[in-house]
C-alpha cells in the first residue's frame, strides 16, 4: 500500500527515476535498499568518467563501474552511462604525446574511439543509454562550442565522432547529448542548432539530457516549457539527467548551515510545477535522474561556493522523505 511505495512506483506508468550513486552506495545495506526502494535506473556519479575509467593509456578502473552495473542487473535496475567525451576529468594523457606535445586530431579521434569501443563494448547490452558527449556548447554569449582541448585539436568533428564511435561499439545504445543550463535561451538555441546539425548529417544522436542543475526560482515554467517544446521539435527524445534543485539564488549568498522554512517552501513549489511539467510530457521525457541520493551530500556543497550545504534534493540527511517529495508524489 501507499507506505512501501517508492518513488519509482508513483511513476512507473510515466518514466524511470533515476539516481547518481558511488559504488560505496552499495556497501551500505541500508542506502543501497533506499536505492532500491525509490529508483530503478542508476548513473555513476564519476566512476564511468573518461579518467576514472582509463587513467592510463594501457590501463582501466573496471571495478567500479562492473559495481554499479551488477547491483543494477541484480536488482533490475536499468543504468545510464556518464559520460564517453567531456573536457572534465578527462585523463591528460590523451590529449598529449610522449614528449608532452598536442596530440594531432588523428591520434585523439583514435584514442577517443578505443576509449568508446572499449567501454562501450563492455557494457554492451548492460547500460541502454549513454551521456556520448557531455557539455560540448560554449556559455560565452557568441561563441558556440566550448574552447576545450577536444575542440582546439579536433574542431567540431570529435563530436559527431563520438556518437559514431558509440554506435559502431552498441547499436541498440541510446546515445544522448547531455548539457546543462539548456533552458536559458541563449544556451538553448545552441544546444538546438548543434542537435539539427548533427541530426542533419545522419549522425546518431538519438535524445538530448538536461542535467536539470536548477534552483529553487530556475528555470520558470515558461522556460522550461520552451526548451521541452524546442528540443521535441526535432523529433528526439529527452530525460532530465542530473536534477537537484539548488536553495540558493546565487553564488554570493552566505554560507548558511540550516535550511530555512523559507527556502522549504520555495523548493517544494519549484518541484512541484518541475514534475507536473514532466508529467505533461511524458511522451517526449524518458527518464528523471536525480544527481546524489540525499542531502547528506550534494556535489553541490563544494560548487560553485566551496563549503557551503546545500540542500537540493527530496530526501533529508538521514534519508528521509522532504516536504518536497510529498509535493512530487501528490498527483
Ligand atoms: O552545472 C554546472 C555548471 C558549470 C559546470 C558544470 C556543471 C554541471 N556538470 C555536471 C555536474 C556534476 C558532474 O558530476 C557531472 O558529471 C557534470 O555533468
Given at each position: 500500500q501507499h507506505t512501501d511505495k517508492g518513488l519509482k512506483d508513483f511513476y512507473a506508468n510515466y518514466f524511470p527515476i533515476g539516481?547518481?550513486?558511488?559504488?560505496?552506495?552499495?556497501?551500505?545495506?541500508?542506502?543501497?535498499?533506499?536505492?532500491?526502494?525509490h529508483f530503478n535506473s542508476l548513473t555513476a556519479e564519476n566512476v564511468m568518467k573518461m579518467e576514472p575509467i582509463h587513467p592510463e593509456e594501457n590501463r582501466y578502473n573496471w571495478g567500479g563501474a562492473?559495481?554499479?552495473v551488477q547491483f543494477a542487473t541484480e536488482n533490475g535496475l536499468k543504468v545510464r552511462g556518464h559520460t564517453l567525451c567531456w573536457h572534465n576529468q578527462a585523463p591528460k594523457w590523451m590529449f598529449y604525446d610522449a614528449n608532452g606535445k598536442l596530440v594531432s586530431k588523428d591520434v585523439l579521434l583514435d584514442r577517443l574511439r578505443k576509449h568508446i569501443y572499449d567501454v562501450v563494448g563492455r557494457y554492451k547490452?548492460?547500460?541502454?543509454?549513454w551521456d556520448v558527449v557531455n557539455e560540448a556548447i560554449s556559455d560565452q554569449p557568441g561563441e558556440f562550442l566550448?574552447?576545450?582541448l577536444w575542440y582546439q585539436i579536433c574542431g567540431e568533428d570529435f563530436i559527431a565522432a563520438a556518437f559514431r564511435?558509440?554506435?559502431?561499439?552498441?547499436?541498440?545504445a541510446v546515445l544522448f547529448y547531455n548539457d546543462y543550463g539548456t533552458e536559458f535561451p541563449?544556451?538553448?538555441d545552441k544546444v538546438?542548432?548543434?542537435l539539427k546539425t548533427l541530426l542533419d548529417a545522419n549522425v546518431p544522436v538519438h535524445a538530448v539530457g538536461l542535467q536539470g542543475h536548477w534552483s529553487i526560482n530556475d528555470p520558470t515554467k515558461e522556460l522550461l516549457v520552451a526548451a521541452i517544446e524546442k528540443y521535441a521539435s526535432l523529433g528526439i527524445k529527452m530525460q532530465v539527467t542530473e536534477l537537484d534543485v539548488s536553495v540558493y539564488t546565487n553564488n554570493n549568498m552566505p554560507e548558511q548551515r540550516s535550511f530555512t522554512a523559507e527556502q522549504d517552501q520555495l523548493q517544494q513549489q519549484q518541484y512541484a510545477m518541475l514534475?507536473?511539467?514532466?508529467?505533461?510530457?511524458?511522451d517526449k521525457i524518458t527518464g528523471i535522474t536525480f544527481w546524489n541520493v540525499s542531502d547528506r551530500f550534494s556535489w553541490l556543497d563544494n560548487f560553485p561556493v566551496r563549503g557551503r550545504k546545500n540542500y537540493p534534493l527530496l530526501f533529508d540527511a538521514n534519508l528521509q522523505p522532504k516536504k518536497s517529495f510529498w509535493k512530487v508524489i501528490d498527483f
Open positions: 539516481v547518481a550513486i558511488t559504488p560505496r552506495h552499495l556497501q551500505d545495506s541500508a542506502t543501497s535498499a533506499f536505492i532500491v526502494r562492473d559495481a554499479i547490452g548492460k547500460i541502454y543509454a566550448r574552447n576545450s564511435y558509440a554506435h559502431e561499439a552498441d547499436p541498440d541563449g544556451k538553448r538546438y542548432r548543434l514534475f507536473e511539467t514532466f508529467r505533461k510530457y511524458r
